[in-house]
């Protein structure tokens, strides 16, 4: 078979670090955008070069390492809204060797509960600081009176390096960091990447991923800013709002590619009937990613790319190969394989699309019981090893080496990644069936959570809300008595034909 994975998937460098490409990377496109920030409304918020990403980040790394009196390996909370506050951050404690510990804001609509989940992560993670920008900080100034948070010192990032007052001593350090990264300058420039794009066609891509999901972080932060991508961002809670909002800046800054789990393709369909699309061009569009942590659901984009072929010019009517359905998990620094011929189902199972082949780790698929490669066409367990798999989880000595390290029976002495999700490969391609925890057994009969909750919504499609329904098994009084349980959310206007806005109902 004949490879045509996109490049974006494949490594683009032999450098053993992130760090050491992503410096070459900043120096070879110092003054070129890296990250353009959109607001609510779709208007430009902030913008961002390689060259000020490098040299702001080593100026907040130098301030917790000095100032602040971190050391390698402390843990510090990074909470901040939505926007490129958060990547500076994030970058400067990769190159302080500070761990840095990602997490949503929590929602003033529910700040108890979500002080809570704050607390329990910088409690069991050890944090000793946090940072976070002015957004966040008033939150926390205003409503310390009332709420506790996190006892730890908690400091505003936002702005450091940019001060315009020469006599700043901070400036001081700023500039000369401005002096030494143009020295390297000088020397990238001469003889620049080979794999990065000049900056007339660079490649660019629009995401609203959110910046503290893994997914969301190497796919659109991390990773393209050593590929040399142009990445324009905006927040989840603004597509939501208005997920055509998505489509539209695609179009307005002729993005090669982007990428979403399939529910936002879904959005975006439904939001599109009625509204007025006109203005919307996908013709630059040549690659669509979907997938990751979430199964693809095949119908879902191809009525997508029907709708937006027709619409707005997208070159794929779904019979084509801009998707490129993948699969990826956090344990394995999320990128492990994908699809680059399309959407192509399982003649077993239609309803599911393949998320990989020629694969370029080495992946087994596992009875999960026996420890035993199974054959061909037999579902089990997933199982990877690759230098990518993560080292453990965080405090959990017992549990990371049952996931981390496993071995096959008999040995081929390779340490291999339980992944918990359940797979198969038929015709070299893999199809993930479900998460094993999940699977819902009732009768002597396995049923897949994300199947039960798919056949659902498509009985009630106009009803439920896109991506608000959890299917799940509990056990009754009597402990051998188990039921089958679907919580839904559904629409306004269908509130009233169920009787409520929630309901719960069993089989």
Not at 62 to 76: F, K, M, P, Q, T
Not at 191 to 212: D, G, I, K
Not at 243 to 265: C, E, H, I, N, Q
């Amino acid at each position: 078979m004949t490879s045509s994975k996109p490049q974006w998937w494949s490594p683009w460098s032999a450098e053993a670090s992130w760090q050491a490409q992503a410096r070459k990377t900043a120096a070879a496109l110092d003054k070129e955008a890296f990250l353009t920030w959109l607001d609510g409304a779709g208007v430009e918020a902030a913008n961002l070069s390689y060259g000020e990403v490098w040299i702001r980040s080593a100026f907040v790394a130098n301030w917790l390492l000095g100032d602040i009196g971190l050391a390698l390996g402390d843990r510090a909370m990074l909470v901040y809204a939505p926007g490129p506050e958060f990547f500076v951050a994030f970058v400067a404690c990769l190159r302080a060797g500070v761990l840095a510990v990602p997490n949503y804001p929590p929602d003033p609509a529910q700040l108890q509960r979500g002080l809570e989940k704050l607390d329990l992560v910088t409690t069991n993670c050890g944090a000793e600081v946090g940072l976070t920008d002015s957004i966040v900080n008033k939150l926390r100034v205003t409503t310390s009176i009332w709420h506790s948070w996190p006892g730890i010192r908690w400091y505003n990032t936002e702005g450091l390096g940019e001060s315009d007052n020469d006599d700043d001593p901070s400036r001081a350090l700023f500039h000369r960091l401005r002096r030494c990264f143009d020295l390297r300058l000088g020397e990238a420039s001469s003889s620049r990447l080979c794999n990065l794009h000049e900056p007339s066609v660079r490649v660019l891509a629009v995401s609203w991923l959110p910046q503290f999901h893994d997914t969301g972080l190497m796919l659109t932060l991390l990773g393209p800013f050593c590929a040399g991508y142009h990445m324009v961002n905006f927040s989840p809670l603004s597509f939501l709002a208005d997920p055509l909002m998505w489509m539209r800046a695609v179009s307005k800054y002729r993005a090669l590619w982007t990428a979403a789990p399939d529910f936002g393709y879904q959005l975006c369909t439904k939001r599109a009937a009625g509204a007025y699309i006109s203005d919307i061009d996908l013709s630059c569009v040549v690659i669509l990613a979907c997938g990751a942590g979430q199964r693809c659901v095949p119908s879902i984009l191809r009525e997508f790319a029907a709708y937006f072929a027709i619409h707005c010019k997208l070159q794929d009517d779904g019979n084509r190969s801009l998707f490129v359905p993948n699969y990826g998990l956090a344990e394995h620094v999320v990128a492990t394989c994908a699809e680059a011929e399309g959407i192509i189902t399982s003649r077993r199972r239609p309803d599911l699309a393949s998320c990989g082949s020629e694969f370029q780790i080495d992946l087994r698929i596992v009875d999960a019981e026996t420890r035993c490669v199974a054959p061909d066409g037999t579902p089990g367990e997933l199982w990877l090893s690759s230098g990518s798999v993560a080292l453990g989880y965080w405090g959990k000595p017992d549990l990371s080496s049952e996931t981390f390290h496993a071995r096959l029976e008999p040995d081929d002495g390779k340490v291999y990644l339980r992944t918990g999700d359940e797979a198969f490969i038929e015709d070299g391609r893999l199809f993930i069936c479900g998460r094993i925890k999940d699977m819902i057994i009732i009768g002597g009969e396995n049923y897949y959570s994300d199947d039960v909750e798919i056949a659902a919504t498509e009985a009630m499609v106009d009803a439920v809300r896109s991506g608000c329904i959890a299917a799940f098994s509990v056990v009754g009084s009597d402990d051998d008595d188990e039921w089958l349980c679907i919580v839904l959310e559904v629409r306004d206007h269908a509130a009233s034909d169920y009787g409520a806005g929630r309901f719960e109902t069993r089989c």
